[in-house]
């Protein structure tokens, strides 16, 4: 069994700040790209922003500037720093990640988290 589990998710008020953290742990072999969605209510999820193993980077041009993706290879973990918040970025957010596992055979990976919400108060 893999598990995606994050974390830092909460109430901020507009401008303010979160960080955001997602650990992958269990039959691991590889975790190549890793990325953070979201879904506000009554909306279809979307990408925010995507890391490769490597470290490119990829991000929705709605939080280009405030959000910054990253990841410790060692530790399977994602990170999402959000800063200059505004209401619109109100939703549950979802971590993702994608590689190879071994549970009981070797394959391909593509995972979710439970999701944390994130609230920004104006």
């Known amino acids: 069994q893999v598990q995606l589990v994050e974390s830092g998710g909460g109430l901020v008020q507009a401008g303010g700040s979160l960080r955001l953290s997602c650990a992958a742990s269990?039959?691991?072999?590889?975790?190549?790209?890793m990325g953070w969605y979201r879904q506000a209510p009554g909306k279809q999820r979307e990408l925010v922003a995507r890391?490769?193993?490597?470290?490119?980077?990829n991000y929705a041009d709605s939080v280009k500037g405030r959000f910054t993706i990253s990841r410790d290879n060692a530790k399977n973990t994602v990170y999402l720093q959000m800063n200059s918040l505004e209401p619109e970025d109100t939703a549950v957010y979802y971590c993702?990640?994608?590689?190879?596992?071994?549970?009981?055979?070797?394959?391909?990976?593509?995972?979710w988290g439970q999701g944390t919400q994130v609230t920004v108060s104006s």
């Open positions: 993702n990640a994608q590689g190879m596992v071994f549970t009981p055979t070797l394959k391909g990976y593509d995972g």
């Open positions: 269990g039959s691991i072999v590889r975790i190549d790209g």
């Open positions: 890391i490769s193993r490597g470290g490119g980077t």
